[in-house]
């Protein structure tokens, strides 16, 4: 653990880009796949919608509630996909960073479904809590602006718009300290929310300062991506809505632009699995620095 139980901002950062380093060479292969998989639900989506509103444009057979019921089921079916796949890469990210290096198998996922469904239930209470939490903030801001300064501009308007990204700093730094129970959960020993809680007492602020700093690296990657992937092609048409042609949407472009297109959002949803990984690892890298292992994390295979 860190001198006087402080969380190291730097070095944890400098830990958690290691170890996503290593992480993403050891499972490029699972990366390529899951980007894969992406690509091909969002692209069912729309061929789904397209096949029903041609059948009903050709036939008249299905009503405007029965295509709309069919499409928003298919939408929510691939969101839960894709969140299943998020959360399993999750565990795999902080799985590796506190038992060393591990497979998306039954000792990494556990035995059933209770470890991943055991992190989707906690990452959405935290995603809830935090929703309440900004609500309750904003909506006490407004109402003391409201009734101190009667809504007028002026210094209420100036303090008002001060306190408002400070109530977004504040949620998302409890947030953070919430996330803690995370990497527990991924290792299948979940710890208490009180003790999560506790764990992250005296490090709020570095918590909030460490995941800064990782947000402005994934900004970074989302640039470069940006910049090489879609600024040299902005001449196709890379949306996925004209790429399969939906009626309304003009004609279906080229074979060639469709492939050059499918590169592009194939190349976007592997810097998002990165991004997701590096988010990952600083939770557990976090959690290592702020209640380690008898043996202390494990920071020689990042290093390798």
């Given at each position: 653990m860190s001198e006087a139980g402080r969380l190291p901002v730097f070095e944890t950062v400098k830990l958690t880009l290691r170890w996503s380093k290593t992480i993403c060479l050891r499972h490029w292969r699972l990366l390529l796949v899951y980007a894969a998989i992406f690509i091909a639900g969002h692209f069912?989506?729309?061929?789904?919608?397209?096949?029903?509103?041609?059948?009903?444009?050709?036939?008249?057979?299905?009503?405007?509630?029965?295509?709309?019921?069919?499409t928003v089921s298919t939408f929510v079916l691939n969101i839960i996909i894709s969140l299943l796949l998020l959360f399993s890469l999750a565990i795999l990210t902080q799985h590796e960073i506190w038992r060393g290096p591990c497979r998306l198998d039954a000792q990494t996922l556990g035995r059933g479904p209770g470890r991943i469904l055991g992190y989707a239930f906690d990452s959405l209470a935290i995603a809830f809590m935090a929703l309440f939490g900004l609500l309750l903030g904003l909506g006490v801001v407004v109402a003391i602006f409201t009734l101190a300064f009667g809504g007028k501009p002026g210094l209420g308007g100036v303090l008002l718009f001060i306190a408002m990204p400070i109530v977004v700093l504040l949620t998302i730094a409890m947030t953070l300290r919430l996330s803690l129970r995370l990497p527990s959960r991924a290792i299948g020993q979940p710890v208490r929310w009180r003790d999560v809680w506790r764990m992250g007492r005296g490090n709020t602020w570095r918590l909030l300062a460490a995941n800064l700093l990782i947000v402005g690296v994934s900004l970074l990657l989302s640039v470069a991506s940006l910049t090489l992937i879609v600024l040299p092609t902005m001449t196709l048409p890379i949306t996925m809505v004209q790429m399969v042609g939906l009626p309304g949407f003009g004609l279906a472009p080229s074979l060639l632009t469709i492939a050059l297109s499918i590169l592009i959002f194939f190349g976007l949803a592997l810097i998002s699995q990165i991004q997701a990984i590096i988010g990952y690892a600083l939770l557990s890298v976090a959690y290592a620095q702020l209640k380690p292992l008898p043996e202390g994390p494990a920071t020689g295979a990042a290093e390798a």
């Open positions: 069912f989506i729309l061929y789904v919608s397209k096949l029903f509103i041609e059948l009903d444009l050709k036939y008249n057979v299905m009503s405007p509630l029965a295509t709309n019921i069919i």
